[in-house]
């Protein structure tokens, strides 16, 4: 069975800092791009960051650039979330593409999401 889990997920003040972490079973998690989406209440869904297999190639979504960083080693992909605003508050969920060797954000109904952790940052 091919599951990812987040964690690293909490409460913490603005201008604070979290680090997630994913990783996966039943998949070889080294090998394919993951990413990180958010959604909170009310809003839409939103990818906030991808790394590619390799993690050569690092997607960030406007809001976050410069404050988040993505990296990866072959078992566990991290998102670390540096001064941080109650705009970051959502639900943060990992998601693995299926595809090997794969370069962009996972958006594919094939793709497998984690449970989600919550980040909620208070002003």
């Known amino acids: 069975q091919v599951q990812v889990a987040e964690s690293g997920g909490g409460l913490v003040q603005a201008g604070g800092s979290l680090r997630l972490s994913c990783t996966a079973s039943?998949?070889?998690?080294?090998?394919?791009?993951v990413g990180w989406f958010r959604q909170a209440p009310g809003k839409e869904r939103e990818a906030v960051s991808c790394?590619?297999?390799?993690?050569?190639t690092i997607y960030y979504t406007n809001s976050v650039k410069g404050r988040f960083t993505a990296s990866r080693d072959n078992d566990t992909v991290y998102l670390e979330m540096n001064s941080l605003k109650p705009d970051d508050t959502a639900m943060y969920y990992c998601?693995?593409?299926?595809?090997?060797?794969?370069?962009?954000?996972?958006?594919?109904?094939?793709?497998?999401w984690g449970q989600g952790t919550q980040v909620t940052v208070s002003s």
């Open positions: 790394i590619s297999w390799s993690g050569g």
């Open positions: 998601v693995a593409s299926r595809i090997e060797r794969s370069v962009s954000c996972p958006t594919d109904t094939a793709a497998i």
């Open positions: 039943g998949l070889n998690f080294g090998s394919v791009a």
